[in-house]
Nanobody, 122 residues
Framework: VQLQASGGGLVQAGGSLRLSCAAS????????MGWFRRAPGKEREFVAW????????YYADSVKGRFTISRDNAKNTVYLQMNSLKPEDTAVYYC????????????????WGQGTQVTVSS
């Protein structure tokens, strides 16, 4: 499966952005979808996942209550709604697909998008 992330940009602290990740192929609904991010000078970290049926989600503590992951299997797209953004949310955000089930581990995700830059100014 091929993934294309979009929706990043520059926003002031307290603002919102919605990231999208469009997937190719007819098997999108069989994958757990995740979002990860890499901040400048840091390793890539888990942000959120959503399971195949969209019945289950999980968030990193740093974004819980501010970010919402969702998916539309009919459109082969997963979203990340980001509210109350903080400067520490500045990062390149990546979407990824896992055929192994729900996971926060990078190694469980076989397919990755190219990343989209999110910059939050103070």
């Amino acid at each position: 499966v091929q993934l294309q992330a979009s929706g990043g940009g520059l926003v002031q602290a307290g603002g919102s952005l919605r990231l999208s990740c469009a997937a190719s192929g007819r098997t999108f609904s069989r994958y757990t979808m995740g979002w990860f991010r890499r901040a400048p000078g840091k390793e890539r970290e888990f942000v959120a996942w959503i399971n195949m049926s969209a019945g289950g989600t999980y968030y990193a503590d740093s974004v819980k209550g501010r970010f919402t992951i969702s998916r539309d299997n009919a459109k082969n797209t997963v979203y990340l709604q980001m509210n109350s953004l903080k400067p520490e949310d500045t990062a390149v955000y990546y979407c990824a697909a896992s055929p192994y089930g729900s996971s926060f581990r990078e190694l469980d995700y076989d397919y990755w998008g190219q990343g989209t830059q999110v910059t939050v100014s103070s």
